[in-house]
């Protein structure tokens, strides 16, 4: 009776522990019976071509596996890079290499929201050329990374502190869990040889708070009057205490991750999950969805002046040149001005592309669709950019634009939707790639919204627990959190070899579902 009244209170605990940014919520939680958010059991693999597409190639990480595919335009893998942990969000460089987050097998402390600990350096034929570990007790890199014109690497990283130090920094007490919550940080990595790393740029959330709560704090102050910096009581009150023992069987059911302990849910309270850069701006832009709401920071600052609120091309430190999204963060606008939900993937449009220096967003969970259904959407917005490379604020209700310069939303609304990961960008020929993170589903839209290519990703590796138990494969099977069009004149693909492969890689079949037994 015991275990039974200990599995129904961790079932119950479960949407409460695990309420985040990636959530990987179910068919059923999300109460979307009419749409199968993960893909399961459909038809897999290239589903929609037409002709007039674009040359050029796919490249994805296949799901709990050490390799990274690109495939042509008829679905076929054409090339294979290989690791030797899980690869996540890697990018293309010119000379074929690929830099990559890796999944560090045994990272302490953190367990969920999205860390993996390495970032590697894979040539063409896969020969490892750096593999960077930055995963300790106190600090781990996460999510998402930005390659530099110079070849340093911008990285998001979590770096844990204690109930104590959020509460001296003014954080309400039932906004802090027990274990103190993770702040976030932003590095910039000087790649070194024999795999080290020199860091020679830094910005730290901490150093740009405001709050309203306790006025003995030197970061008090009015919130509203500030938007260059960040309400440190936004956020979600902790859930109820756990117990071991529903921890316990917790994990023996898989969920959880594999840090979690009865003090640090909900540490993770900015979920950063994206992150990149406009050399011409010297400008980095990053996403937070815990947030709902985008952010731009000046990079041409010194470390030092990254720590306050003067310096650099803006003239203004490292405080927020723009945020976008949710303007009641900061005091202007309501509810009814929020823009953003759960968005991942934030990027400039790049020099040369349709609709260049503007910024593209994947606005996952958008409540309410016309069928009263949560639904998702590509957001392309023009920021008020100045001369002087400042943001121009709106009288009212925080910074522009009230409307989106253009937006991708299916046309039964229904038919698109990925509640977490996912992304977006832009082509050269002006259409949007489109990676619908859950199901695995690769889309090509024009500026119209009409589909013209289609591919669900129809593999997943056989990566195990380090202890040697299988990875659970539902509920996000073939779930690919990020996915990249390469031009087929991209200098990485001049002189390479990119016939099929012969044999092609086997796709990975899902088992059955199990018949329920008749009463």
């Given at each position: 009776?015991?275990?039974?009244?200990?599995y129904?209170?961790?079932?119950i605990l479960?949407?409460?522990?695990?309420?985040?940014?990636?959530?990987?919520?179910t068919?059923e939680?999300?109460?979307?019976?009419?749409?199968?958010?993960?893909?399961?059991?459909?038809?897999?693999g290239?589903t929609?071509?037409?002709?007039?597409?674009?040359?050029?190639?796919?490249?994805?990480?296949v799901?709990?596996?050490a390799?990274?595919?690109?495939i042509?335009?008829?679905?076929?893998v054409?090339?294979?890079?290989?690791?030797?942990y899980?690869?996540h969000?890697p990018?293309?460089m010119?000379?074929g290499s690929?830099?990559t987050?890796?999944q560090?097998?045994?990272?302490?402390v953190?367990?969920?929201?999205?860390?993996?600990?390495?970032?590697?350096?894979?040539t063409?034929?896969?020969?490892m050329?750096?593999d960077?570990?930055?995963?300790?007790?106190?600090?781990i890199?996460?999510?998402d990374i930005?390659?530099?014109?110079?070849?340093?690497i911008?990285?998001i990283?979590?770096?844990?502190?204690s109930?104590d130090y959020?509460?001296?920094?003014g954080?309400?007490p039932?906004?802090?869990?027990r274990s103190?919550p993770?702040?976030?940080?932003i590095?910039?990595?000087?790649?070194q040889?024999?795999?080290?790393?020199?860091?020679?740029?830094?910005?730290?959330i901490?150093?740009?708070?405001i709050?309203?709560?306790?006025?003995?704090?030197a970061?008090?102050?009015?919130?509203s009057?500030?938007?260059?910096?960040?309400?440190?009581?936004?956020?979600?009150?902790?859930?109820?205490?756990?117990?071991?023992?529903?921890?316990?069987?917790?994990k023996?059911?898989?969920?959880?991750g594999?840090?979690l302990?009865?003090?640090?849910?909900?540490?993770?309270?900015?979920h950063?999950?994206?992150?990149?850069?406009?050399p011409?701006l010297?400008q980095?832009v990053?996403s937070?969805?815990r947030?709902?709401?985008?952010?731009?920071?000046?990079?041409s600052v010194?470390?030092?002046e990254?720590?306050g609120?003067q310096?650099?091309?803006?003239?203004?430190?490292?405080?927020?040149l723009?945020?976008?999204g949710?303007?009641?963060?900061?005091g202007h606008?309501?509810?009814t001005?929020?823009?953003?939900?759960?968005?991942?993937?934030v990027?400039?449009?790049?020099?040369?592309?349709?609709?260049e220096?503007?910024?593209?967003?994947?606005?996952?969970?958008?409540p309410m669709?016309p069928?009263?259904?949560?639904?998702?959407?590509?957001y392309?917005?023009?920021?008020?950019?100045?001369?002087?490379?400042n943001?121009?604020?709106m009288?009212?209700?925080?910074f522009?634009?009230?409307?989106?310069?253009?937006?991708y939303?299916?046309k039964?609304?229904?038919s698109?939707?990925?509640?977490?990961?996912?992304?977006a960008h832009?082509m050269?020929?002006?259409?949007?790639?489109i990676?619908?993170?859950?199901?695995?589903?690769?889309?090509?839209?024009?500026?119209d919204?009409?589909?013209v290519?289609?591919?669900?990703?129809p593999y997943?590796?056989?990566i195990?627990?380090?202890?040697?138990?299988p990875?659970?494969?539902?509920?996000?099977t073939?779930?690919?959190?990020?996915?990249?069009?390469?031009?087929?004149?991209?200098?990485?693909l001049?002189?390479?070899?990119?016939?099929p492969?012969?044999?092609?890689?086997?796709?990975?079949?899902?088992?059955?579902?199990k018949?329920?037994?008749?009463?």
């Open positions: 009776m015991k275990k039974i009244l200990l129904l209170s961790a079932m479960l949407a409460l522990l695990f309420n985040c940014g990636d959530k990987p919520t068919d939680t999300a109460g979307k019976k009419d749409r199968n958010m993960f893909g399961h059991y459909i038809p897999r290239l929609k071509t037409t002709e007039g597409l674009s040359p050029g190639y796919i490249m994805f990480a799901p709990n596996s390799s990274t595919y690109l042509n335009r008829k679905g076929e054409v090339h294979e890079w290989k690791g030797n899980a690869f969000s990018y293309l010119d000379d690929l830099v987050g890796a560090d097998p045994d990272y302490p953190f367990g969920f929201g999205g860390p993996y600990g390495r970032i590697q350096k894979i063409w034929d896969g020969k050329l750096w960077y570990e930055y995963a300790d007790t106190t600090q890199v996460h999510h930005a390659v530099l014109p110079n070849g340093n911008l990285a990283a979590y770096e844990t502190s109930f959020a509460l001296a920094l954080r309400k039932e906004f802090i869990p103190g993770w702040m976030e940080k590095i910039e990595i000087e790649p040889a024999n795999n080290r790393g020199k860091i020679v740029w830094e910005w730290r901490e150093d740009h708070l709050q309203d709560y306790d006025e003995t704090k970061n008090y102050g009015n919130v009057e500030h938007p260059e910096l960040m309400d440190f009581n936004l956020g979600d009150s902790i859930p109820p205490a756990i117990t071991q023992d529903s921890l316990d069987v917790l023996a059911m898989g969920r959880g594999r840090n302990t009865i003090d640090n849910p909900r540490s993770d309270i900015y950063i999950n994206a992150i990149n850069y406009n011409e010297d980095i990053f937070s969805p947030l709902s709401e985008i952010y731009i920071i000046d990079h010194t470390a030092e990254a720590a609120h310096g650099g091309k803006s003239g203004k430190g490292g405080d927020f723009y945020r976008w949710n303007p009641e963060n900061y606008g309501d509810s001005n929020r823009k953003l939900f759960g968005q991942h993937d990027r400039w449009i790049e020099k040369g592309k349709p609709g220096g503007h910024l593209t967003v994947y606005n996952n969970d958008v669709g069928d009263s259904l949560d639904y998702s959407a590509i392309e917005i023009k920021p008020p950019l100045t001369k002087d490379g943001y121009q604020m009288a009212n209700n925080g522009g634009p009230e409307k989106q310069f253009w937006n939303v299916a039964d609304t229904i698109f939707y990925g509640s977490f990961i996912s992304g832009r050269e020929n002006g259409n949007t790639f990676n619908e993170g859950p199901k695995g589903r690769l889309f090509e839209v024009t500026p919204g009409e589909i290519w289609e591919y669900l990703v997943r590796g056989t195990h627990k380090p202890n040697g138990e990875t659970n494969m539902m509920p996000g073939y779930s690919t959190f990020r996915a990249t069009f390469i031009p087929a004149d991209h200098p990485a001049q002189g390479k070899d990119l016939k492969l012969d044999p092609q890689p086997e796709p990975f079949v899902m088992p059955p579902p018949e329920e037994k008749k009463a």
